[in-house]
Each structure stands twice: as C-alpha cells, then as structure tokens.
C-alpha cells in the first residue's frame, strides 16, 4: 500500500459549525439516510459533544505512521475522522496521541476501531468516539495510508471539509450545503417537540398530539 497526501480543507464557517452545535444527532437522525454512522460507535463518555471540520484518515490495519504526521496539521476545531479500514483489532488513538491532539486545538476525534490507556485518554478530556478499547495497539510501520480523501466512517462515507457531529447518541457527518437545511429542520423539529411536552403536561395523549402516519396521509 502506497501513502495518499492531499492539502487540509477549508475550515467551515465558525458561525455554522455554533449552529450545528445546537442541534441533536438524533434529531438529524429523524430524516438523514446518510451521513449517520453505526451506533456501535460510542463516545467514551456520555456527556462528550463535539461539533467542527472534519479532516479524514485511513489507516491499514496496524499502522500507525501517517497519524502521527496527520497530528501536525490539525488545526483548532478540527474533527479527526479515521478510517481503520476494517481493522478492530489494533488502537490507533491513545494517550499520546490525545495529548497531541488536545494541544493542537482538536475538537475531537472519531475512529472507526479501538482506542488504548482508556484511562489516560479520558484525563485529556478529548471529546473521542470509538469501537472500544484494545491493549493491541497499532506500530509506526509505514504501510502507508491516505490523508485528506474520502473515507468510510462507521458506514458513512465522508470527505474532508464535511461537518461532524458528535454527541451522546452517536455521529452524523453531513456536507457544509446540506447543513444548512439540516439546521432550519432541527429547529422546526425542536418547536415541534416541545409543543408535543406542552400537550402531554395538560393532560392530552401522545397519540392526538403526533401527526397521522405517513402512509395514512397517502391514502
């Protein structure tokens, strides 16, 4: 396998990135058919959110090498998406690696396989979602790798200059365009549910409160 190098994008908007923040990943999750990746990727910690310009990686399986060359372009806000490329076994992320990331102003890091010294990982208060933790743990070994093209996180194909969107229930990836009305939809659907509270707390049912069913619309 050779390396693939391509430059840093963009950063999105600070002001949209804010504005995605707000927003839930579930609450994308009402509509989007793409974008949201496997719920077994979990953030180490419930309460963990995160929200900026994603920069991709695909790393081979035990190696580690371009990672660390990734860690000295990242720049503040920055997501780090990482594709291992099917392996589960090996832990590209761990201590070091976090403090390198913190240090570099990461928002933080999403890697579709294990993470290593758990413990340490959480010290640096890295907002990170992973597959779990491995005590195997990836080598600089130079197999190569590619930085900066289209990846496939979790299932969901995402490019670099993409937003990500990382909280308690999982990880949306979604373009900078489609963030836009992903955003105006989030919050209609949030006045939606807190109309549908309002009616629960004075007594009505949910059932009178939700609209018909899709296909008895369609009737």
Known sequence: MSYERHPMPPQVDPDLVWRLAQTETS???????????????????????????????????????????????????DVLAIDRLGDTMHAAVGGVVAAAAVASGVAGIVVDGPIADLLEVL??????????????TTRRLGLGGRFNAAVNVGGAVVHPGDLALCDGDGVVFVSPQEAENDIDRAIRSAHRERTIRDGLAQGSTLESLLEPPMMARLA
């Open 123 to 136: 010290d640096t208060g890295l907002p990170i979602w992973s597959r779990g933790v491995s005590a195997r």
């Open 27 to 77: 609450t994308l999750g009402h509509w989007r058919l793409w974008g949201v990746c496997t719920p077994q990727l979990r953030p180490l910690k419930p309460a963990m959110k995160a929200c900026g310009t994603v920069v991709t990686l695909a790393l081979p399986g035990p190696d580690g090498a371009l990672l660390h060359e990734a860690l000295s372009h990242l720049r503040k806000g």
